[in-house]
């Protein structure tokens, strides 16, 4: 019974409307709808970036509702990896420390993050690419090193948002394959925000969001 609203002056603006999602651990979850129908506000509120106005949310038996900010960001830093659209990758620094960035912050020692880094990369097919900063990388393989710092801390949930949204349709194809793959190999749960109805194909379970 989730609802998001924001006060515009005097108006308030409902952004979600007594919204019901349940996630079940090791699904592929597509929540798909137009623009402006709540999609940035519902992922926002799933991956722990902001709460609801009414309502409650769960993260493994946990209400997240009434969290701090600093509660929240640590429980995004263990459990939550995010996949942006637009890659979100620092410029001046290589693929490897953009993988190695989100285990800084989790306090992890600089061998570990290299070694882990390297795997993540060698799993994505970037093994010859760790040097390489975002500018020398297609969009492709910048999608591909977001989506290794997304698995940095071994999170359970991958949240992606419009994953595709900045790929031609053959590089889109592959990334939502490995998408899959992270489902099925490696049982991440997988949450989508998308507006392309096409990719709910690849989802065992989609939501569609309409006016909140």
């Not at 500018?135 to 948002?161: H, T």
Request: one cysteine or more; a positive charge.
């Amino acid at each position: 019974n989730v609802w998001k609203i924001y006060k515009m002056g005097n108006i308030n603006v409902y952004a979600l409307r007594d919204v019901n999602i349940e996630i079940e651990r090791g699904q592929f979850i597509a929540v798909q709808g137009p623009s402006g129908s709540g999609k940035s506000t519902a992922m926002n509120i799933i991956g722990c970036l902001d709460v609801p106005s009414r309502g409650a949310v769960f993260l493994n038996g946990k209400n997240i509702a009434h969290l701090s900010e600093s509660k929240l960001a640590q429980l995004r830093g263990q459990n939550i990896g995010f996949v942006f659209q637009q890659f979100n990758l620092i410029n001046t620094l290589t693929a490897l420390e953009n993988v190695m960035l989100p285990m800084t912050f989790q306090g992890k020692p600089l061998d570990k993050r290299k070694e882990k880094a390297k795997e993540l990369l060698e799993f994505l097919e970037l093994g010859h690419r760790v040097d390489h900063k975002p500018n020398e990388l297609s969009g492709g393989e910048q999608q591909r090193v977001a989506i290794a710092r997304a698995l940095a801390n071994d999170p359970e949930i991958i949240l992606a948002d419009e994953p595709t949204g900045n790929l031609d349709s053959k590089t889109g194809k592959y990334i939502m394959n490995l998408l899959g793959k992270l489902n099925r190999e490696k049982k991440k749960t997988i949450v989508m925000v998308t507006h392309d109805i096409d990719l709910v194909n690849y989802a065992n379970k989609a939501f569609h969001l309409k006016d909140g």
